[in-house]
């Protein structure tokens, strides 16, 4: 079946964010007497906050409080954002431009609108997307299906007709149960053979993405079907 749309991530896919991420969530975390380290941070990307805190409090114990760190991290890096930008990952440019007209294009990110909104429109890309679906407007974040599921409906496509770029297992997972194909450019950790079985493609930056899209030997895995 012809890929009709395209869809999104945001951190770590087409903003160098998780970097941000890692340093901002360290941060918050030792302000509250918390040592958290990268490989914390990577193993909450993508996730929604339903998943993510009892994640951490059964790294950290009942008493981290993950409302009030998160809030400080979302602090911290909108106050590093808004005096320094947004770095764009390489190849985001000539991919939405090669898109445009073409395809579909959807946002599907675990990061609120208020937020997704001054990001892109910091980076420059605002105005590429058709549609844009954040995390508060399905009942299930990633790596649950819904948000995917939203972003097909939204663009009138089936989920067998979408390409999902990610960076993280956690949304490759996602976007697999959902039904689309995925297309994982890693960006903090190279997929481990689980998330290797669910790939439709990889790349090695968003530009390549463009290849692929193009490419009738692109290896094409069986296409997914919707699962819990």
């Known amino acids: 079946m012809k890929i009709k749309g395209v869809i999104f991530d945001m951190d770590g896919l087409m903003l160098d964010t998780e970097k941000l991420l890692t340093r901002f969530w360290t941060e918050a975390a030792e302000k509250f007497g918390y040592q958290m380290k990268k490989e914390h941070v990577l193993g909450i990307r993508s996730l929604a906050a339903v998943f993510a805190e009892p994640k951490l409090k ?59 909104e001054i990001y892109l429109k910091k980076a420059g890309v605002w105005g590429f997307f058709d549609k844009v679906i954040c995390g508060p407007m399905v009942d299930n974040g990633k790596p649950a299906p819904d948000i995917y599921l939203k972003a097909c409906r939204e663009l009138e496509l089936k989920p067998e007709e979408c390409a999902a770029l990610e960076d993280s297992p956690n949304g490759v997972l996602s976007a697999f149960r959902a039904g689309c194909l995925p297309i994982m450019i890693p960006d903090l950790s190279e997929p481990d053979e689980k998330t290797i079985e669910m790939l439709y493609a990889k790349a090695s930056d968003l530009k390549e993405v463009i290849e692929i899209l193009k490419s009738k030997d692109c290896l094409l895995y069986t296409s997914p079907s919707p699962r819990d």
Do not use: W
């Open 58 to 116: 059964g790294i950290f114990g009942d008493g981290f409080d993950y409302k009030s760190i998160r809030a400080e991290r979302i602090r911290l890096m909108n106050d590093y954002i808004e005096k320094f930008g947004v770095e764009k990952k390489k190849g985001l440019d000539e991919l939405l431009n090669y898109l445009k007209g073409k395809y579909k294009i959807s946002v599907a990110t675990a990061t609120d609108y208020e937020r997704t």
